[in-house]
């Protein structure tokens, strides 16, 4: 499946876990959001559920063990070039997920994962609208 310049658009997933007051993220370490802090995700391989993704990219990226709780919200993500070309194009299910275990570490497609205070988020460098969906989820879930 290509993902760069890609012929239909891709099926990713991203997972928002919560610890305490904390939210789990990640430095990418490719496009379309490299370097860039964000939440753990990836692509849904083919036979496999889309709430088994949410759970498998977490764990692969972060060593954490989640348990997916539901369905947030479901959105694109595309992104064209200067040509207006489109270079990325995914369909995210974002999960809420429940953390579960794990011993924190960056792995495979990130160069930092983080337990980061919810309070902290405008500190961080992310995207206004991660910072804004993070925040009311965590409203939603009575953290904040």
Known sequence: MKRHYPDTPVAGVASTVFKDDKVL???RLNEPAKGRLGIP????????????AAAREVFEETGIIVEPVRV???FDSIVRDR?????FHYILSEYLCKYVRGTLGAASDVSEALWVPLLDLDTQGMSQRNIDFIKKTAQKEGLL
């Open 25 to 27: 993220l990640v430095r």
């Open 72 to 74: 947030l919200t479901v």
């Open 83 to 87: 040509e207006g070309k489109i270079k």
């Open 41 to 52: 995700g990836g692509v849904v391989e083919l036979g496999e559920k889309v709430s088994e």
